[in-house]
């Protein structure tokens, strides 16, 4: 069974920093990419970030250099560190695995980011 597990979500000032962690099981997640997406209420899913399985990133306009994605396969997770979080970061993030051959995608249940101005 296939699970995606997010935390280090929560409530932060504007300006502050949050550092959130999926962890994988059930996948080998290292063949995965895998990424980061948010939904604010009201709105669409949208790309906050991904990272392939060979490292390579592609982040959302309004993230870039703000926000930075990482994986550590020996741990089989994935993290975005959060910096200069602005009250429009808030939504739920959650975390997607995606075998990028077949199609296969996975989603975690998402965790709450909520930024007070």
């Keep these: 069974q296939v699970q ?3 935390s280090g979500g929560g409530l932060v000032q504007s300006g502050g920093s949050l550092r959130l962690s999926c962890a994988a099981s059930g996948i080998i ?4 990419q ?3 997406y948010r939904q604010a209420p009201g709105k669409q ?3 906050v970030a991904t990272i392939s399985s060979g490292g390579s990133t592609t982040y959302g306009d309004s993230v870039k250099g703000r ?5 550590d396969n020996a741990k089989n997770a994935v993290y ?4 200069s979080l602005k009250p429009e970061d ?4 959650y975390c997607n695995a995606i075998r ?4 296969i995608s996975y989603w975690g249940q998402g965790t709450q980011v909520t930024v007070s101005s």
């Design 4 to 6: 995606l597990v997010e």
């Design 29 to 32: 997640s290292s063949i995965y």
């Design 34 to 36: 895998m990424g980061w």
């Design 45 to 47: 899913r949208e790309l």
């Design 67 to 71: 926000f930075t994605i990482s994986r």
């Design 80 to 83: 975005l560190q959060m910096n």
């Design 90 to 93: 808030t939504a739920v993030y």
């Design 100 to 103: 990028v051959r077949s199609g």
